[in-house]
């Protein structure tokens, strides 16, 4: 499979957008660790198992601190004020600001919000039944996320239609300056103004009274160890919520119908024990997880498999490689929701191990145990329509049709 490494890009190959399983593969195989240049700036990726989960374990060589990809067009680009997060901060900064998110993020609070989510998902679930066809997105899986992130947050439902156009540009934008060879002027434009009308319309939301009894308004009065958030780091974390509680999780409901559809024995297998669920919930990330790469900055000169990351370095860490890398998974390729062990990375490792997690799978699993009880059949009615970011498995619109069960 040579020449798939000039279809390596995740903004300008429609062939990578299309399928880059085959080409990450490919990479895994014969370049562990690739140096991509020209964009506006160089990175290094990887994308074997072990590699990448030894880096992300060791954050005193890789740091996710975003303050080191400097400032200026590469920051603007990447609308780097809007991720002055926990996500993207190391050393004491992380763990403050993981401290103050633990605090909210507690498993008993996600638990609480069951009820919630089994309401919202029993309605979707009695409209996909009574509708002929609907768009598996929109329809179905965002109307889940939407309702659990208002209920979160504090956010009025009205709202919501705005604020997922924000962040699908902000999804957009991400990565730009791997990828691209030269600025996009319309690309930086349409992010810098999304992050401008989000952080106007969250500074509008928290100066209301009804803003009293919010998730942002606990995390902006809350006082750890001394410490309370900025209004920067509140802003930021407020996009982080939204960003991590809306789209990927929409992804990931939208993933795993689509996976039922191309694997119909495995999806026979689940209908008859459905208490096979979480597992296939947990082979779902593995396979299809919404966030395919992340990435790390070398605090120091290094070597990996031959090739030279200078420090200062970007280092994109491709979790949906590594999910795939036959040397630790059987048939990687394949649906198998009773997989065991199932160490995926689709949440990360270590010290930034993703904190909605919980959450995530709560959403998942329940929409999951819905549809495989209350569905006979699915049929994809029409072709997936993909987003134009292939850092994301992300698709934008999947017309469908639920057959109930007689």
Known sequence: MKGLESDFNALTSARFRADPYPILAHMREHHPVFR???????????????DVRDLLLKPDLFSSDRSLQGGGDLADANVAFLFNNMISAAGEK????????????????????????????????????????????????????????????GLP??????????????????????WLEKME???????????????????????????????LATFRDLEVEGERLSEGELLSMAMLLLLAGNETTTNLITNFVRLLDGFPVEA???????????????????????????????????????????????VVVWLTAANRDPQVFDAPDDFQPDRTPNRHLAFGQGMHMCLGASLARLETRIAARAILT???????????????????????????????RG
């Open 374 to 404: 209350q569905t006979s059949a699915i049929e994809l009615t029409g072709p997936a329509e993909l987003g134009v970011n292939a850092n994301f498995d992300n698709v934008t619109r999947q017309m469908v049709r639920f057959h109930g």
């Open 185 to 215: 002027p319309a690309l930086a434009e349409r992010g810098r103004r999304a992050a401008e009308e989000m952080t106007a319309y969250f500074r509008d939301f928290l100066s209301r009274p009804a803003a009293g009894d919010s998730l």
């Open 36 to 50: 991509l240049s020209p964009g506006l700036t160089e990175s290094w990726h990887v994308f074997r198992y072990d």
């Open 268 to 314: 026979a297998r689940l209908r008859a024990d459905p208490d096979m669920t979480d597992g296939a919930v947990d082979e779902t990330l593995r396979m299809r997880n919404s966030i395919r790469n992340i990435d790390r900055f070398a605090l120091q000169d290094m070597e990996m498999h031959g090739v030279t990351i200078p420090k200062g370095g970007r």
């Open 94 to 153: 992380h763990r403050r600001l993981r401290m103050l998110a633990n605090r909210v993020f507690m498993a008993k609070a996600i638990e609480a919000l069951r009820p919630a989510v089994e309401t919202v998902v029993e309605e979707r679930i009695a409209f996909a039944l009574s509708a002929d066809e609907f768009d598996l997105v929109e329809d179905f899986a965002a109307h889940i996320t939407v309702a659990m992130i208002c209920a979160v947050l």
């Open 157 to 178: 439902k009205a709202d919501m239609a705005r604020i997922r156009g924000w962040t699908a540009v902000l999804g957009d934008n991400s990565g730009a300056v791997t």
